[in-house]
């Protein structure tokens, strides 16, 4: 990926989850664990680029 800095990685995060792309779920332990995974908004992306800008030719996702 290259060099991404704490504070890019952390603002791409915000606006992804502000775009309903990604839910992130915090944990209350020390110390602090916070999990990201797709939303279905988030998924279908995924899936339409693959069908479309990369014509099935990659597989980002598998079907489940």
């Known amino acids: 990926l290259g060099k991404v800095t704490h504070k890019m990685l ?13 839910y992130r779920k915090e944990y209350p332990q020390v110390p602090p664990k916070v999990e990201y995974g797709l939303t279905t908004l988030g998924y279908l992306l995924c899936r339409f680029y693959n069908k479309f800008v990369c014509g099935d030719k990659t597989t980002i996702l598998s079907a489940e």
């Open 10 to 22: 952390s603002q791409q995060l915000k606006e992804m989850e502000a775009d309903g792309l990604i």
